[in-house]
């Protein structure tokens, strides 16, 4: 039987997922290495949420994505001996102005994806590591890249430039926004669910480490929180979200630090975990007494409602909010905080169907639907990598 491979390969984890090969492919089984490069650790689960494996790893060929990737083979192979990857799906942070939709990924393709490294320097080296690795591992089978700018690149004008000279903006300094993947997975969901708003006017927060917004209007993003990189829009478990350029350059001249330091400084080291001097983990905040927890709180909720008042305004009016992402799908007292500033755009929840984590959220009397969607970003990269490789790409290869 023919399958699907994905990989999300992070600065220092490696997500990855066994799906079969069919016009709506089946997860089998989902797994992680994290803490690459220093103590690197494999978890593995079956569909259903059994774990498989799980064990602290010496990697073979070194710490690194490579040496990861062998390591979640060899635990494919193990427990799925009979697996045959035809197409290994990739997630690539940036596809920069020209690729919109999914790329079945050659030598040239990949030296395009490398010249894009400096709009995403903290993300696409470890991109481009995944699908180096699996090209070793896998040379026969059809390699694609699932872009996470892809899902943006339809905005309009005013909400894909900023106000520098235009020869910029054409050397591809513009608003890119993120997290496609998951946006289409839950526009789609949506329309499964509940097809007139999806037709409508729709705001999406996937909220996590990484947290960004998204205003879409039948299915298709018409703006985003995040701009020309992942550092934008609102704070996250390290990143600082929006910050006046103005910081930057006092930063730069007032404190002598370089571009390196500034950059580990918004990445690494502010968002929740500066705030709160404590944590960048949501759950560890929401379960402290100390102030920094309470005032990190308040500022992300706080800028997640400013954000939600924007992006209506793009929209010119609301008919969903839809929660996801680890935080937005698990810490039901964020939604609340977040609802309940917003009684003046229509918003009214229900406490006992939030506290629940219900589909819907919302009152009867809510003029805005608001929901709560479980997020598949490994499905939408499965999706394309089968179609791709169904089209009539390389024969496969056994795990």
Not at 57 to 78: T, V, Y
Not at 290 to 304: H, S
Not at 374 to 381: F, G, K, Q
């Amino acid at each position: 039987m023919s399958h699907v491979l994905t990989l999300n390969a992070g600065s220092s984890s490696l997500k990855f997922a066994l799906f079969t090969a069919e016009a709506e492919p089946r997860a089998l089984a989902t797994g992680l290495v994290e803490r690459i490069g220093t103590t690197p650790q494999l978890k593995l689960k079956s569909a259903t949420g059994g774990v498989l494996a799980q064990a602290r790893l010496e990697l073979p060929g070194g710490r690194d994505h490579a040496g990861a990737l062998k390591a979640a083979l060899a635990q494919l192979r193990h427990h799925y001996p009979d697996a045959r990857i035809d197409a290994v799906g990739h997630r690539v942070v940036h596809g920069g102005r020209n690729f919109a939709a999914p790329l079945v990924l050659d030598d040239a393709a990949l030296m395009q994806l490398e010249t894009l490294v400096p709009f995403a320097p903290l993300h696409q080296p470890h991109n481009i590591a995944g699908v180096k690795a699996a090209l070793e591992a896998f040379p026969r089978a059809t390699q694609v890249a699932c872009f996470d700018t892809a899902f943006h690149r339809h905005h309009p004008f005013v909400n894909d430039t900023f106000a520098l000279p235009r020869g910029y903006y054409e050397k591809g300094v513009r608003r890119y926004g993120f997290h496609g993947l998951s946006y289409d997975y839950i526009a789609g969901r949506l329309k499964q669910l509940a097809p007139t708003l999806h037709d409508g006017r729709c705001i999406v927060a996937h909220l996590g480490n990484g947290a960004s917004m998204c205003g879409m209007v039948a299915g298709r993003s018409v703006a985003s929180s995040m701009g020309f990189s992942a550092l934008d829009g609102l704070p996250m478990g390290t990143r600082s979200g929006q910050i006046d350029p103005g910081v930057l350059l006092y930063l730069m001249d007032q404190e002598g630090m370089s571009p390196g330091a500034i950059a580990e400084l918004l990445y690494t080291k502010s968002g929740l975990l500066g705030l709160s001097g404590l944590s960048a983990d949501m759950r560890t905040l929401l379960g402290s007494d100390t102030p920094g927890a309470r005032e990190a709180i308040d500022y992300f909720t706080f800028r997640i409602r400013r954000e939600m008042g924007g992006l209506a305004a793009a929209l010119e009016g609301l008919d969903a909010v839809i929660f996801t992402g680890g935080i937005g799908e698990n810490a039901a007292p964020i939604r609340e905080k977040v609802c309940a500033g917003m009684h003046w755009l229509g918003i009214e929840i229900d406490a006992a169907a939030n506290a629940a984590g219900e589909l819907v959220i919302s009152t009867p009397l809510s003029r805005v639907h608001v929901m709560v969607i479980p997020t598949n970003e490994e499905l939408v990269i499965a999706r394309a990598a089968s179609a791709l490789a169904g089209s009539g790409a390389a024969s496969g290869a056994t795990a």
